[in-house]
């Protein structure tokens, strides 16, 4: 392995932490079931086929940032030799693909912390580190082997290093996807090669602040010292600066529930209808009581907000919300909509023409520490059994196959399963001219081979 590829070897003592991150992760989902897009240029779009939120090594190589606008890449690389794919999200695909990554890592280490879509910390505690080494490679393999998804995993001594690791397991492909930070010198080696913005819990905010300092990589932010980090940066900060200089402060939690959940929407179009925000509204609460009901949690408040387009300067501008208080907390999906609904009907005022709008869940408890009160009478057993029917219908058969009336048709109708009709659309459904299939989760996208005889 060449130097700049390798650190040094050597031992150290602690547990070890690890992270698996998987390398462009929407991109690779695309490729995964379009191998025609290796190696060319893709980028996936977000909402509405806004701006690019995943790109491809092809694409980065071109100098397509992230967030630059879908118009603006077609602008420069149209006719011009040079053949941009560009996908829409396909937010159930990915999922999807998360969740088999992620079985995969649980079969193969005991215990891990699912922190985003595409990335996870795992618990090394108790193993030496050849067994470490050899399991963190085993991951990169199976993973691989089992979804088609290529990742990247880095280990050390706390999150902070192990995250640094992955991106040196991304960068150099020498490592083969993955890079352990082990030792005193590679600590310190890695430090030197980091720049600060690209610090677990500084960021590219801090950049300007920093390169004013003097600041530009971890090795720098490190020598700065705990007094005045603490004074500039705060707890936070100094609990990163201890991470960096090896020690473990920020535990790894794999039974954390998210405090709190929003589900939210540009629309494809603006939306002065009450109908399509109840719609709309109804869709973005059951969603959010399925996250619920997948943690095996409740949430006491629901918060629905909406807001006209602040771009359009000729139209007359509006922003309001509203939170809804439950008697008791609550994960069903017809009381979060009907409660949203409620809210809704608080904040909805005629004559403007809406462009977002989003609910979010917040006062999250386990489902074991439900306050129950005095003076209402839930029908908890009722709700249960028929939030269960629908979970387990909509597993098998696709998402929101069974779902409220009040969801509308586009709940399980869109253009690429219709044939380009626009059957069940809704105007407050993102514009998704370039979506793929839901191959896994799906029936009808199933992927057909033909074998000839």
Not at 25 to 35: A, G, H, L, Y
Not at 80 to 85: D, L, N, S
Request: aromatic content about 10%; glycine content about 8%.
């Amino acid at each position: 392995m060449p130097e700049e590829d390798s650190f040094e070897d050597g031992q150290s003592g602690g547990r070890f932490i690890g992270v698996m991150d998987c390398n462009n992760f929407f991109v690779s989902c695309e490729r995964v079931f379009n191998p025609s897009l290796e190696g060319r240029p893709v980028v996936v779009l977000s909402n509405n086929d806004g701006c690019a939120v995943s790109r491809s090594a092809e694409a980065k190589a071109l100098g397509i940032k992230m967030g630059t606008p879908a118009f603006k890449i077609s602008q420069e690389f149209d006719g011009k030799g040079v053949e941009v794919v560009m996908c829409s999200s396909n937010y159930t695909l990915y999922a999807d693909m998360s969740r088999r990554a992620m079985d995969v890592l649980r079969g193969l280490v005991g215990r891990i912390e699912i922190y985003s879509i595409d990335e996870a910390f795992v618990d090394f505690a108790g193993l030496g580190k050849d067994e470490v080494e050899r399991i963190g490679k085993e991951i990169v393999r199976r993973v691989r082997k089992e979804t088609g998804l290529p990742v990247s995993v880095g280990v050390a001594r706390s999150k902070t290093l192990a995250k640094a690791a992955t991106r040196f397991a991304k960068k150099y492909p020498a490592y083969k996807g993955f890079c352990m930070i082990d030792t005193e010198s590679q600590r310190e080696k890695a430090l030197r090669l980091l720049p600060a913005g690209d610090v677990w819990g500084i960021g590219f905010r801090s950049q300007k602040k920093f390169a004013a300092l003097g600041i530009s990589t971890a090795f720098d932010f490190v020598q700065k010292g705990a007094y005045w980090i603490k004074q500039n940066m705060g707890v936070c900060g100094l609990r990163t600066y201890e991470e960096l200089l090896g020690k473990s402060v920020i535990r790894l939690d794999d039974k954390a529930l998210k405090q709190t959940i929003t589900t939210s929407r540009s629309f494809g179009e603006l939306v002065s209808d009450l109908s399509q925000l109840r719609c709309a509204v109804s869709n973005f609460a059951a969603s959010c009581a399925q996250k619920l009901r997948a943690q095996h949690s409740s949430a006491m408040y629901a918060t629905v907000f909406l807001m006209t387009s602040v771009f359009r300067e000729d139209l007359p501008q509006y922003y309001n919300n509203s939170t809804y208080i439950f008697e008791e907390a609550e994960d069903s999906t017809i009381g979060l909509v009907s409660g949203c609904l409620d809210a809704l009907d608080e904040i909805y005022l005629p004559g403007y023409a809406y462009k977002k709008a989003g609910v979010t869940v917040s006062g999250i408890v386990p489902h074991g520490h439900i306050q129950q009160s005095l003076y209402y009478q839930s029908d908890y057993e009722r709700m249960r059994k028929v939030d269960c029917l629908m979970d387990e219908v909509n597993r098998r058969y696709g998402k929101n196959r069974l779902h409220l009336a009040v969801q509308g048709s586009s709940a399980i109708f869109n253009r690429r399963q219709t044939g380009g009709v626009a059957v069940g659309e809704e105007k407050w459904e993102m514009r998704r001219e370039r979506l793929s299939g839901s191959y896994t989760t799906d029936l009808r996208d199933v992927i057909l081979v033909h074998c000839g005889t």
